[in-house]
């Protein structure tokens, strides 16, 4: 015979969020107090409720219904940012749940993206420009000039970076002329049809060079090429003036560039720097005496750089010269640019103490290169007395056993790298040279494709195989960056699953969203200070795609995309999900998918909707009041008519608590004896709706006041709520379901349970 035993357990909180089964009996977890084994369709807030989530608001079909898609906010401040929908050959342009439209009609930038390529885009801004990376074609520029101007190109490299000299001294190659457009004759076979449009740096010596002249009238010397340091000396008794000019032009035009003037008294001996491969000449204005002068450049190498323009053969090809040549000697000095068609292009960006970053291509997996400093669009290097300058552009490897792939970057303190097998580091505590720059590595999971998330100083991302999500930061205690599986408690969420796709709202309640290949949405409240690691997730009629998170007001608005069947047609919505007002009357929340609002000045009888969700089952809130599922014809109308309505795709919130223990008593564990919970008390607050039980077929209704629904007033009820639960609840879990569907806010901060345990 059972015996009663009564205990009344709460529960105060649900910042555990949604744990595993296999983790229902571990009752020596502290998070196991405030765990729950199931949070559908619901989110846990960081100071201990669980509500359920917001409905998500209609706004427009994407272009194509059966391909996928990517979001990505264009964000100019805290105040202007706008939404990026990126399918198959195009970008489309949303504000505020809206298109965007020039000249009357839709912005609809054409790009080289096909479907396939989607996954691989990652994404850098700097004010009104964003900088698109894709592995497979140049880098982007979409660039904002006004609301309804808005531009695709290619980045146009000052200079681009370039990748290793060639090793074979053989190799040598010979330039036809020094500028215009010339032909290139090299001795091995290294040019192929996939070369044109590639540019190439070649590097030749250029001896030093003197130029003479003896001047008694008006006289001129031939022109010298200088490669930057130059030095005259004059001796002789002279009168007149010796003038030094320079050309950058290749001799077109000249201008003077020193000058010196002697009465039968000076002799000048100077030495100065012009520009690159500059040319010099002298000129003398010789009124007595004779002046012997001499002109002198200094050794050095000269880099030089040439456009592909055709390929004749493997040994032949003609280029146009972008910058002027050494001469026409044959060199084997020479490279390929680090990024073309034969070489791939970058597969990642970042903005890093003033300097673009660029990370990975498909010859050089492993490599990073950083700009000039302060000069985003040119990767050249320069040198002052053969050293390096501190602002060149910098290149550097990620030294590892295994050639690894540069996936993400990320920027706070330091620059984060992530590649597919481990991360590394730069730190920024002191500024990045060519000369000083050292990667360091961190931990060794691998990322997958999914851009990483940043939140404070800590960095969501997703492990290699694309079912673990872990968090990683500096910690002072390692000097280093370590972090934790976020998901360890968690793993029926992710097991057999990839996850494609990511977004983090900050406000209000610091959420991370997770899109998975099924269609579900995974939902994690991450608030380290407080070590809040609580799980949800949601589902919908149809699958979730895509999500990202837009600055809008005092909140992030967070849109999806959502693939759903109507009729016959399968179509992609693009939605966000609803704000969450803390408002006591039930019309001010929104909490249906999908959803359409009419409001208007005269009440009528249609229902809004009907062009896009013909066929579907839906509710309806009309003037706060509720009609029950309801599959939407072309002739539907309200029974009675009503000035504000809102139609929309019903979804269920599920909460269940795991197995209740009481922990060690008098008689050992409660652990596999038998229970019952006859009553529990909820502490809601603005809640209508719902039903609780132990299990979904022995459920009773929450019961409100029905009344005040009849009479149209506000119903949503704050307060302790006590329900009789069904009877024949007993079992050895001890367990309570409660289950949400009809279209009302349900915000849950306690449940306060009856437990009865038998002998």
């Known amino acids: 015979m059972v015996q009663p035993n009564p205990y009344y357990a709460i529960q105060p909180a649900f910042t555990a969020g949604e744990v595993s089964e296999e983790v229902a009996s571990r009752v020596d977890l502290d998070k196991y107090q405030l765990a729950l084994l199931q949070a559908e369709n619901a989110i846990i807030r960081p100071y201990g409720p669980v509500y359920k989530r917001p409905g998500s608001v ?53 790009t080289p993206y096909k479907e396939r390529d989607l996954k691989n885009l990652r994404f850098v801004q700097s004010v009104d420009v964003l900088y698109i990376c894709s592995g497979r074609f140049p880098v982007k520029k979409l660039a904002r000039y006004a609301e309804d101007d808005w531009r695709l190109s290619d980045a146009a490299w000052t200079r681009p970076a370039y990748g290793d000299i060639n090793l074979d001294e053989e190799a040598t190659i010979q330039p036809s002329g020094r500028t215009g457009d010339i032909r290139l004759t090299a001795a091995k076979d290294i040019f192929t049809p996939e070369r044109v449009g590639d540019t190439m740096k070649i590097e030749q010596y250029v001896n030093g060079e003197t130029v003479s002249l003896q001047a008694t009238e008006n006289a001129e010397s031939r022109a010298l090429v200088i490669g930057k340091t130059w030095k005259i000396i004059t001796h002789g008794t002279w009168s007149g003036k010796v003038i030094v000019q320079h050309s950058k032009d290749d001799g077109a035009s000249w201008v003077d560039l020193r000058t010196y003037t002697s009465t039968d008294d000076y002799n000048p001996t100077e030495s ?46 003609h280029a146009h ?13 020479w490279y390929w640019a680090a990024w073309s068609e034969t070489n791939g292009y970058p597969r990642s960006a970042a903005f890093f103490q003033d300097r673009l970053c660029f990370g990975g291509c498909r010859r050089y997996p492993q490599r990073l290169w950083m700009s000039r400093s302060g000069d985003y669009e040119n990767f050249s290097v320069d040198k002052e007395a053969g050293t390096v300058t501190d602002d060149s552009a910098v290149t550097a490897d990620l030294m590892s056993r295994q050639a690894y792939s540069i996936n993400h970057m990320d920027v706070g303190n330091d ?34 494709g999914i851009p990483p998330l940043r939140i404070g100083n800590r960095i969501i991302y997703v492990q290699r195989r694309g079912s673990v999500i872990r968090d990683t930061g500096y910690s002072y205690e390692s000097d280093g960056y370590n972090g934790t599986d976020l998901t360890l408690l968690a793993k029926h969420l992710v097991r057999g699953r990839e996850i494609v796709g990511g977004a983090y709202a900050q406000e209000p309640d610091s959420l991370l969203y997770f899109v998975t290949g099924d269609g579900e949405m995974l939902c994690l409240t991450y608030v380290i200070e407080q070590k809040v690691f609580a799980w949800s997730h949601f589902v919908t009629d149809g699958k979730y795609k895509a999500v990202c998170a837009v600055n809008s007001g005092s909140a992030d608005k967070v849109y999806v995309i959502v693939e759903r069947k109507i009729g016959e047609r399968v179509v992609q919505f693009l939605e966000y999900f609803a704000p969450m007002p803390p408002s006591k009357k039930q019309q001010d929340y929104i909490m249906m998918d999908a959803a359409l609002t009419d409001a208007r ?18 509710v309806i809130l009309a003037d706060g009041y509720f009609y029950e599922k309801t599959t939407l014809q072309e002739t539907s109308v309200l029974p ?32 596999g004896r038998p229970k019952t919970i006859s009553t529990a008390i909820l502490r809601l607050t603005h809640s209508f709706g719902g039903a609780i039980g132990k299990d979904a077929a022995l459920q009773n209704k929450i019961i409100y006041d029905d009344e005040r629904m009849e009479l149209g007033e506000d119903v949503l009820y704050t307060g302790d709520k006590q329900i009789t639960l069904p009877a024949g609840g007993w079992d050895t879990k ?26």
């Open 321 to 333: 010269v972008d910058k002027i040549l050494g001469g026409m000697e044959a060199t084997a000095d």
């Open 601 to 618: 000045d005269t009440a009528t009888k249609e229902i809004p909707g009907k062009d896009v969700l013909l066929g579907k089952e839906v």
């Open 640 to 671: 009675e008519a009503a000035r504000r309505v809102m139609v929309g795709l019903p979804y269920k919130m599920v909460v269940e608590q795991p197995n209740w223990d009481a922990g060690l008593t008098d008689s050992g564990t409660m652990q």
């Open 415 to 448: 620059l984060v790298i992530f590649t597919d097998g481990n991360t590394w580091t730069i730190a920024g505590a002191e500024t990045v040279k060519p000369t000083n720059i050292t990667p360091k590595n961190q931990e060794n999971y691998g990322a997958s």
């Open 272 to 317: 100065g720097d012009v520009d690159e491969y500059s040319l010099l000449r002298i000129r003398a204005e010789i009124t007595k005496g004779t002046c012997h002068i001499d002109l002198s450049s200094y050794p050095y190498r000269h880099e030089g750089y040439v456009t592909i323009k055709d390929v004749a053969d493997s040994r032949n090809a």
């Open 734 to 759: 001890g367990r309570t379901l409660i289950t949400h569907d009809t279209p009302y806010p349900f915000n849950l901060s306690a449940i306060i349970r009856e437990v009865t345990v038998g002998g």
């Open 58 to 110: 209609y706004c427009g079909e994407i272009k194509y219904g059966g391909k996928d898609v990517l979001l990505y906010r264009f964000e100019y401040d805290v105040a202007l940012a706008y939404l990026l929908e990126i399918g198959e050959r195009y970008i489309r342009i949303w504000k505020d749940g809206k298109p965007l439209h020039a000249k009357g009609r839709r912005i609809d930038l054409e």
